[in-house]
């Protein structure tokens, strides 16, 4: 059995006690029941998720940038050129990037894996080499990559989750690199949602109006050609319009899921990925928690889909996992609240008058 289907074999609902205690705790805490709106929610959720009340503090988190090229750039979907991928994951393990900022602020770690970069990277402190192949394949002609690729992406990722829960992290966090790679998410969001092309195809690094078009276009050629081919399962789906960066983000939710930690999702790639783990195993829904809204349209139309609703809207569209960062706070303190807020028995508070 691969490692992606054994994840899927373990993921389990969240726990229904636990749920219940958070809720009951939640309105015995000295505020108005639902005062503090979905912060609640939140922490109700980690409650289920840890299957205690009150939830440990998800912290430490880590960051996992799963980074790929991709074929489609061939199309002008994009005005920067393939080797900015590579140069982005230098970056990130510099500690330049914007999600290493934010990391470095929240007490994260980052950790970077090349899954379908087009260059060789050297090894270096911080980047995990575990490329599959040298960039996907051009969506609007042919598949992203084979099922048996796709598969071996899933692996990495929820090999990559497992460790990383090893070393100590309490909650997981989205991130991505790849040059092109809001086109195959707008292609997935479109075959999952059975949204149009135009409705979920945004500018992403800040395309003119002519590249719009043209990226519309290329996404509908993409989802005709899959279409013809017969794709309908998750898998192919995911094989047949991804990317090897969006697979592995998928393996890594799925992978968070099976050893019960909270995974923050960041914008439209791993909102894309979600799609697929969702769909491979409905009950990692659980335990997906919404960073932020994109701007990109896809954000939305992936959200309103998997019934998240996001902790940020910043009109950010910079990827990387920098969404989910600047909410992780937000989650911890859901914890908190949860753990340490008196209730008015202990405060010896009155409660309403009935």
Same mark, same amino acid.
């Given at each position: 059995m691969?490692a992606?289907e054994?994840?899927? &074999?373990?993921?389990?609902?969240?726990?229904?006690?636990?749920?219940v205690?958070?809720k009951?705790?939640q309105?015995?805490?000295?505020?108005p029941?639902?005062?503090?709106g979905?912060?609640?929610?939140i922490?109700i959720?980690?409650?289920g998720?840890?299957?205690?009340?009150?939830p440990?503090?998800?912290?430490?988190?880590s960051?996992?940038?799963?980074?790929g090229d991709?074929g489609?750039?061939?199309?002008g979907?994009?005005?920067?050129?393939?080797?900015?991928t590579?140069?982005m994951?230098?970056?990130?393990?510099a500690?330049g990037a914007?999600?290493?900022v934010?990391?470095?602020?929240f007490?994260?770690?980052?950790?970077?894996?090349d899954v379908?970069?087009a260059?060789?990277?050297?090894?270096?402190?911080?980047?995990?080499?575990?490329?599959v192949?040298?960039?996907?394949g051009?969506?609007?002609?042919?598949?992203?990559?084979?099922?048996?690729?796709a598969?071996?992406c899933?692996?990495?990722?929820?090999?990559?989750?497992?460790?990383?829960?090893?070393?100590?992290?309490?909650?997981?966090i989205t991130?991505?690199?790849?040059?092109?790679?809001?086109?195959?998410?707008?292609?997935?969001?479109?075959?999952?949602?059975?949204l149009?092309a135009?409705?979920?195809?945004?500018?992403?690094?800040?395309?003119?109006?002519?590249?719009l078009?043209?990226k519309?276009?290329?996404?509908?050629?993409?989802?005709?050609?899959?279409?013809?081919?017969?794709?309908?399962?998750?898998?192919e789906?995911?094989?047949? #319009?991804?990317?090897?960066?969006?697979?592995a983000?998928?393996?890594?939710?799925l992978?968070?899921?099976a050893?019960r930690?909270?995974v923050? #999702?960041?914008?439209?790639?791993a909102?894309?990925?979600?799609?697929?783990?969702?769909?491979l195993?409905?009950?990692?829904?659980?335990?997906?928690?919404?960073?932020?809204?994109?701007? &990109?349209?896809?954000?939305?139309?992936?959200?309103?889909?998997?019934?998240?609703e996001?902790?940020?809207?910043?009109e950010m569209? #910079?990827?990387e996992?920098s969404?989910?960062?600047l909410?992780l706070?937000?989650v911890?303190?859901a914890?908190?609240v #949860?753990s340490?807020?008196a209730?008015?028995?202990?405060?010896?508070?009155?409660t309403?008058?009935?």
């Open positions: 691969r992606f054994s994840a899927i &074999e373990k993921i389990e609902p969240l726990d229904d006690q636990a749920v205690a958070a009951d705790r309105d015995k805490l000295t505020k029941p639902g005062a503090l979905r912060l609640e929610l922490g959720q980690l409650a998720i840890a299957r205690r009340c009150p440990p503090l998800p912290h430490p988190a960051v996992a940038v799963f980074a991709h489609v750039l061939k199309e979907v994009s005005p920067w050129p393939q080797e900015v590579a140069q994951v230098d970056n990130f393990c500690g914007g999600v290493s934010l990391a470095n602020f007490g994260a770690q980052v950790l970077v894996v379908g970069v260059q060789d990277l050297p090894p270096r402190p911080g980047l995990r080499l575990a490329k192949a040298k960039g996907s051009n969506i609007a002609c042919e598949p992203a990559m084979t099922i048996e690729q598969a071996m899933l692996d990495i990722g929820v090999e990559v989750a497992y460790e990383l829960v090893d070393q100590g992290a309490a909650c997981l991130g991505d690199m790849g040059i092109g790679n809001t086109t195959p998410s707008a292609a997935l969001i479109a075959a999952f949602t059975g149009d135009v409705d979920v195809t945004g500018r992403g690094t800040g395309i003119s109006d002519e590249v078009k043209r519309v276009s290329v996404v509908e050629q993409a989802l005709n050609r899959s279409r013809s081919e017969g794709a309908s399962t998750p898998l789906l995911l094989a047949s #319009l991804g990317g090897l960066e969006i697979a983000l998928a393996g890594f939710i992978g968070g899921a050893v930690v909270p923050v #999702l960041d914008g439209v790639i909102q894309a990925a979600a799609l697929v783990s969702v769909g195993a409905p009950l990692c829904s659980g335990y997906l928690i919404a960073g932020h809204r994109s701007k &990109e349209p896809g954000s939305s139309a992936a959200l309103q889909y998997l019934g998240k996001p902790l940020l809207d910043l569209r #910079l990827g996992g969404g989910a960062c909410a706070p937000i911890q303190a914890a908190k #949860l340490e807020m209730t008015f028995e202990d405060a010896e508070v009155s309403p008058i009935s």
